[in-house]
T-cell receptor, first 117, second 116 residues
Framework: AQKVTQAQTEISVVEKEDVTLDCVYE???????LFWYKQPPSGELVFLIR??????QNEISGRYSWNFQKSTSSFNFTITASQVVDSAVYFC??????????????FGKGTKLTVNP | EPEVTQTPSHQVTQMGQEVILRCVPI?????FYWYRQILGQKVEFLVS????????KSEIFDDQFSVERPDGSNFTLKIRSTKLEDSAMYFC??????????????FGPGTRLTVT
């Protein structure tokens, strides 16, 4: 069965600090997809990144970077030089290739990040 | 940029009443989903829909729930007889093509359902 664990319920940092959000997943599939979504206080879900299980290259997008390690089943997300606008709940999600065509997403419980000025 | 829209943004209803939540997916998308998020909790999959039929549903999606694509543009979620525990944010999502990983689900802004 697929499962996503985000052990950090809440994190509070001061602006300009770097912060890493942890995500550990479980799946029996060899082909799967990992995602990060941001949920700001306004409530919508904003797509940040998609990564497939065959691509272990780390990715950097501006102040955001992602570290995918299959050996530890982790897909961690780092925000460099955090800003107040980064305050949100961040969700990690998993989709298995062997599920029916629906490609449903299984979400972790989320990490609430508060960036203080 | 095209986006998924949902109406209403907030719906208040009494226990036992029927509600219909509406979504307009992105126009060339073929796969549609409903998820829900109870306040402060994680986002949970309810159902997926393709080619005018349900392709997968979760254990949450019991006989009280139904989905429909009545007119080729709208995608609706109906709850026949609401319970207090149905109070949640309901998200609609759509995706273009299921090409194993080469897609993303675009989420709507959500409808907050409050059952009193």
């Amino acid at each position: 069965a697929q499962k996503v664990t985000q052990a950090q319920t809440e994190i509070s940092v001061v602006e300009k600090e770097d912060v890493t959000l942890d995500c550990v997943y479980e799946t029996r599939d060899t082909t799967y997809y990992l995602f990060w979504y941001k949920q700001p206080p306004s409530g919508e879900l904003v797509f940040l990144i998609r990564r497939n299980s065959f691509d272990e290259q780390n990715e950097i997008s501006g102040r955001y970077s992602w570290n995918f390690q299959k050996s530890t089943s982790s897909f961690n997300f780092t925000i460099t030089a955090s800003q107040v606008v980064d305050s949100a709940v961040y969700f990690c999600a998993l989709s298995e290739a062997s599920t029916p065509v629906s490609e449903k997403l299984v979400f972790g419980k989320g990490t609430k990040l508060t960036v203080n000025p | 940029e095209p986006e998924v829209t949902q109406t209403p943004s907030h719906q208040v209803t009494q226990m036992g009443q029927e509600v219909i939540l509406r979504c307009v997916p992105i126009s060339n998308h073929l796969y549609f989903y409903w998820y829900r998020q109870i306040l402060g909790q994680k986002v949970e999959f309810l159902v997926s829909f393709y080619n005018n039929e349900i392709s997968e549903k979760s254990e949450i999606f019991d006989d009280q729930f139904s989905v429909e694509r009545p007119d080729g543009s709208n995608f609706t979620l109906k709850i026949r007889s609401t319970k207090l525990e149905d109070s949640a944010m309901y998200f609609c999502a759509s995706s273009e093509v299921i090409d194993r990983g080469e897609y993303e689900q675009y989420f709507g802004p959500g409808t907050r359902l409050t059952v009193t």
